[in-house]
């Protein structure tokens, strides 16, 4: 079973990029990843973390229209 949520360090791994990256993501001004924190913790619900890169993939394709 999958988790209901997801740490920087999950994301990162899963998408092969740095945990400063998905942090980076978090803090962003626009267009964040939905994250809160637990302690000192972040903490991403799976199903955000599934919509934000949907939402990204989406971007890349209505680029390529124009």
């Known amino acids: 079973m999958d988790k209901p949520y997801l740490?920087?360090?999950d994301?990162?791994?899963d998408l092969g990029v740095t945990v400063e990256t998905v942090r980076s993501w978090i803090n962003r001004k626009k267009d964040p990843l939905p994250a809160f924190k637990?302690?000192?913790?972040?903490?991403i619900r799976r199903e955000d973390f599934e919509?934000?890169?949907?939402?990204k993939m989406?971007?890349?394709?209505?680029e390529d229209k124009s």
Do not use: C, L, M, Q
């Open 58 to 62: 989406n971007t890349r394709d209505d």
């Open 11 to 13: 994301i990162a791994h």
């Open 51 to 55: 919509r934000f890169i949907s939402e």
């Open 7 to 9: 740490t920087p360090e």
């Open 38 to 43: 637990i302690g000192r913790e972040w903490r």
